[in-house]
């Protein structure tokens, strides 16, 4: 096999992203092109069950074009720098440590599990990132003011903020990573209280040998307004996208990256959600099997934010809401699944 034939990808899950994980590497898998063969590479806790272990390693007898393997990161980052009640998780930080773990690779594809791939990934894989560490697409996090702006470089001590990326989808250049001990200073910078974590991280480690990519290969959704006129009065997007990138980005993704709080398998409004949809329709064609799956997600998600009385309410409140746009959207079976917060609240709100 050739090396124009072979990707080498990675994600981080846990037990609550198991099923976006699905989703992910799903989307990715059909549409890779002909005659290429994805190498994935599966970071994941000890705590992972066996049952989400095999779902997301049964994507390999779905396909003949890829081999799935894992790798128990254990206990790794548990004493992050992550904020209380973030909801960020502790796998994110796991891609720090893809240059001793894939040690015998020179280049791999992060590509975060809150995501849904639209297009073939090769070309991406393929971009020459020989000068640099890392390839991806720059944030227009900081740009909304200029005094953000001045906040963030001093925070992280750097020059400019004008090659910061989103850590979300990453081309890695593991090669010269190892070669300039680029990942010893991951590992001194993790345990830094950065506010944007890893990324953080990643953008502080790589800094001057970052390479910046067209955002159709990382369309963050939150800047992804509706109504093409939002860019003409949208300042921070002028000073990271042209008018023509953006809008590439927003019509003709090559992958979707929903890198907001909200998520399309917890609130069906949000922009481009039905992409996610239609990719998890397609992965789980059983009705039965797809309502099934669909409820332990949902109850999932419920008990990781329902901590007290206030936040069960509130879910509460946005799963009603939800059940009455899925009706207008979606199967009725998919719409049933939404009932399953309903009730899982009621049944804490009564404890």
Not at 126 to 139: K, L, M, Q, S
Not at 236 to 258: F, G, M
Not at 264 to 279: M, V, Y
Request: hydrophobic letters at 40%.
């Amino acid at each position: 096999m050739t090396h124009d034939q072979r990707v080498v990808v990675s994600v981080a899950t846990d037990n609550n992203y198991a099923l976006p994980t699905q989703v992910t590497l799903y989307s990715m898998l059909k549409n890779i092109a002909d005659g290429v063969m994805c190498d994935i590479h599966v970071l994941v806790p000890e705590s992972l069950t066996a049952a989400n272990r095999q779902s997301i390693g049964g994507l390999a007898q779905r396909f003949n074009n890829c081999q799935v393997s894992f790798h128990n990161m254990g206990d790794a980052y548990s004493s992050g720098s992550i904020q209380k009640g973030h909801y960020v998780t502790t796998p994110t930080f796991y891609r720090l440590s893809l240059p001793s773990i894939l040690a015998n690779e020179t280049k791999c594809l992060w590509i975060d599990s809150d995501t849904v791939v639209m297009k073939d990934v090769s070309a991406l894989y393929h971009t020459d990132i020989g000068g640099y560490y890392v390839a991806g697409v720059r944030t227009p996090f900081f740009m909304y003011s200029d005094s953000r702006k001045e906040r963030g470089t001093l925070r992280l001590g750097l020059d400019s903020l004008d090659s910061y990326i989103n850590a979300g989808v990453a081309l890695l250049n593991l090669e010269n990573i190892r070669a300039d001990d680029i990942d010893v200073k991951f590992e001194q910078l993790s345990t830094v209280p950065y506010r944007v974590h890893d990324q953080d991280v990643l953008n502080v480690a790589c800094y001057g040998k970052i390479k910046v990519l067209p955002p159709k290969f990382n369309a963050m959704t939150m800047y992804l307004p509706v109504a093409e006129e939002d860019y003409s009065v949208s300042t921070y997007l002028q000073l990271v996208y042209s008018v023509e990138e953006w809008r590439t980005a927003a019509t003709d993704p090559v992958i979707v990256h929903y890198a907001a709080r909200e998520k399309p398998w917890t609130n069906t409004s949000i922009t481009l959600a039905s992409l996610w949809w239609d990719a998890f329709s397609e992965l789980f064609v059983d009705p039965e099997e797809r309502f099934e799956v669909m409820r332990d997600q949902l109850e999932l998600s419920l008990l990781g934010t329902s901590n007290n009385l206030r936040e069960v309410e509130r879910e509460l409140r946005k799963a009603q809401r939800q059940l009455q746009d899925i009706r207008h959207s979606h199967s009725y079976r998919l719409g049933r699944a939404l009932l399953a917060p309903l009730r899982l609240a009621k049944r804490l709100t009564v404890r």
